[in-house]
């Protein structure tokens, strides 16, 4: 079976400070995406990336997609109340079309 | 524009009771899934279906049915409902592929079985 690990699974940190959460495989991905979910609300797209080394920045968010496609990272600067919520990737196999979803990390930021 | 939109949000069944979660999406999007979240766990698919007609399993399927007669509507059947079914449950819709194209949520059905 397929897994996408998160990591970490909950950080709860100060307003300002710098975070990093990752999301890793085994397995080759031919795309990437991060999702946000807030209390209530269903997942809403963040970013999609698909090239090995691939960087997007999406304000204060930066997200990283591996050079062997088998892994992501997520790097917020200056954390804010607002990008509290639960952070999820799902990445598509090479050999197939489903997406396949991390657990998540659920990222509280403390004013 | 109302995107993807779930009824009931929230519903409490007892045990071997059955019952719909509807959906249904506005966009004129081809794909629509449906989606069950427990808490730690992500996201699994129950089922899938990539246009009017035509339905697929997805990771865990099993006690569960679905239909997709029009475009818009992809409606979830729970029969025999069982204390494994409470979760929260997502409708999901996309232009195209996985991972090529967003997907849009709708906000979730909670359902607790007793």
């Known amino acids: 079976t397929q897994l996408l690990e998160q990591s970490p699974q909950f950080l709860s940190i100060q307003e300002g400070e710098n975070l990093t959460v990752y999301c890793n495989s085994s397995?080759?991905?031919?795309?990437l995406q991060w999702y946000r979910q807030e209390p209530g609300e269903g997942p809403v797209l963040l970013v999609t990336v698909v090239t090995g080394g691939e960087v997007k920045k999406l304000k204060r968010l930066t997200f990283q997609f591996g050079d062997a496609r088998k892994d992501s990272s997520l790097h917020i600067t200056a954390a804010q109340p607002g990008d509290t919520g639960l952070y999820l990737c799902?990445?598509?196999?090479?050999?197939?079309?489903?997406?396949?979803w991390g657990a998540g990390t659920k990222l509280i930021i403390k004013p | 524009n109302a995107g993807v939109t779930q009824t009931p949000k929230f519903r409490i069944l007892k045990i071997g009771q059955s019952m719909t979660l509807q959906c249904t999406q506005d966009m004129n999007h081809n794909y629509m899934y449906w989606y069950r979240q427990d808490p730690g766990m992500g996201l699994k698919l129950i089922y899938y279906?990539?246009?009017?007609?035509?339905?697929d399993k997805g990771e865990v399927p099993n006690g569960y049915n679905v239909s997709r007669s029009t475009t818009e509507d992809f409606p979830l059947r729970l029969e025999l409902a069982a204390p494994s079914q409470t979760s929260v449950y997502f409708c999901a819709s996309s232009y195209s592929r996985p991972g090529a194209k967003e997907l849009f949520f709708g906000e979730g059905s909670r359902l607790t079985v007793l």
């Open positions: 799902a990445g598509v196999e090479d050999s197939n079309y489903q997406l396949i």
């Open positions: 279906s990539v246009g009017a007609g035509i339905t």
């Open positions: 397995s080759v991905f031919s795309s």
